[in-house]
């Protein structure tokens, strides 16, 4: 399982406990961490985006320059 799944996952489960907690302070808390899970989600996909960018970008120079030099 990816980084992402893995969060993602995480704050499906604080969701659904929060539904399940009766007590509103709890509900709150557990809102909470799925948040805190969904931030953790958006700034693995961002980095991992930006890798991927980065690696694209240098397989492109790479191709320009096996090109270049035949």
């Known amino acids: 399982m990816d980084l ?3 969060f993602r ?4 489960e604080c969701r659904l406990t929060a ?4 007590h509103p302070v709890n ?3 557990w809102e909470s961490f ?3 899970w969904d931030r953790c989600l958006k700034n ?11 690696c694209n970008k ?3 120079q790479m ?7 035949q």
């Open 9 to 12: 996952r995480h704050a499906n």
């Open 44 to 54: 693995a996909e961002s980095a991992s985006a930006a890798a991927a960018n980065a």
């Open 34 to 36: 799925a948040e805190r």
């Open 63 to 69: 191709k320009r320059f096996g090109q270049g030099s």
């Open 19 to 22: 539904r399940l907690t009766k």
């Open 27 to 29: 509900r709150a808390q």
């Open 58 to 60: 240098r397989t492109r």
């Open 4 to 6: 992402s799944e893995e």
